[in-house]
């Protein structure tokens, strides 16, 4: 399973992709605000440049002519841009024409098994079935992970799922266990996938050793 950095903090991608382990990114509207970004062009073009993989970039526009339009503008950025498209009717309209056009689409906001099979049918590159908020409402997100990756797997779908709203590390181990392509993390679940306090008791116990007998000769 690949790990993208679901964050619009220019920082946190750098500090993600020095560590080797990030090949994409998820942006959202909401995301870009809490980093008080101004200029979406510029600072998705920032992205694009630092990220060696897909950076998704939501269209803030309705209507089917207007998200065309501007899912085009916003394709032109950067050549490793995925347009994030709702899982609407209008959303599926548009991922059709752009997926003909090989603009990739990034389904969002994805909440069922059945959007997840009319993404894939309309053309997405990617889904992303929302985990976190699902279980905010105390449905089951993970298992909706599992079942699009069935789905998926029955009819030979291409469409790479995107496990998306994730809350903790315990998420992205049954992700993986699902068969998710792709998790995206928010940098603090990224740095608590990596810390375990044995790791650290251990590297604490070899130095305080080694300086002993270093200490000793
Ligand atoms: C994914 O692409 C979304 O940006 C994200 O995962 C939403 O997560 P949230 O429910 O924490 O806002």
Redesign the pocket.
């Known amino acids: 399973m690949r790990i993208f950095l679901?964050t619009a903090n220019i920082e946190q991608i750098k500090q993600g992709v020095r560590l080797g382990v990030v090949s994409g990114v998820?942006t959202?509207p909401?995301?870009i605000v809490k980093e008080g970004h101004r200029d979406y062009k510029a600072v998705v073009k920032e992205i694009c440049a630092i990220v060696p993989g897909p950076v998704?970039v939501e269209v803030v526009v309705e209507g089917v002519t207007a998200m065309l339009e501007q899912a085009k503008e916003i394709a032109s950025w950067a050549t490793n841009v995925v347009i994030k498209i709702p899982a609407t009717a209008e959303g599926l309209e548009v991922t059709s024409v752009l997926a003909k056009e090989q603009i990739k689409v990034n389904m969002?906001l994805c909440f069922s098994v059945n959007q997840a099979l009319l993404a894939s049918l309309a053309g997405a590159s990617y889904v992303?079935p929302?985990v976190?908020?699902l279980d905010d409402i105390g449905n089951d997100g993970m298992s909706l992970v599992e079942d699009i990756v069935d789905i998926y797997k029955n009819y030979n779908l291409t469409t790479k799922v995107i496990a998306?709203?994730?809350r903790h590390p315990q998420h992205c181990i049954i992700a993986a266990k699902a068969g998710a392509h792709i998790a995206?993390v928010p940098y603090q679940v990224l740095t608590q996938m990596i810390k375990h306090p044995l790791t650290d008791i251990g590297i604490e116990r070899f130095f305080c050793d080694w300086r002993r007998v270093s200490d000793d000769t």
């Open positions: 679901d998820t959202n909401t995301l998704s969002t992303s929302f976190g908020r998306a709203s994730i995206t």
